[in-house]
């Protein structure tokens, strides 16, 4: 899967559940070892980044909120 602007925070984490677990089954090999990790490396700053907008969105609405009331 490739990482896009449509792809959700859930697909990424269960893409990156996917990695995580690849690193452990017996698929495993070296060789594509250092590209997975970067992958896998990729998608978890996508996580932090989109979760990082989220809570701003939510605070954003909060106060939003908080100034009606």
Do not use: P, R
Not at 23 to 34: G, I, K, P, Q, V
């Amino acid at each position: 899967m490739s990482q896009s602007k449509d792809t959700t925070i859930q697909e990424k984490i269960t893409e990156l559940d996917g990695l995580v677990a690849w690193f452990d089954s017996d698929e495993f090999t070296l060789e594509l070892a250092l590209e997975k990790f970067k992958t896998a490396e990729s998608l978890a700053l996508g996580i932090e980044k989109d979760l990082a907008a989220l809570k701003n969105d939510i605070q954003v609405v909060k106060q939003k909120f908080d100034s009606e009331s």
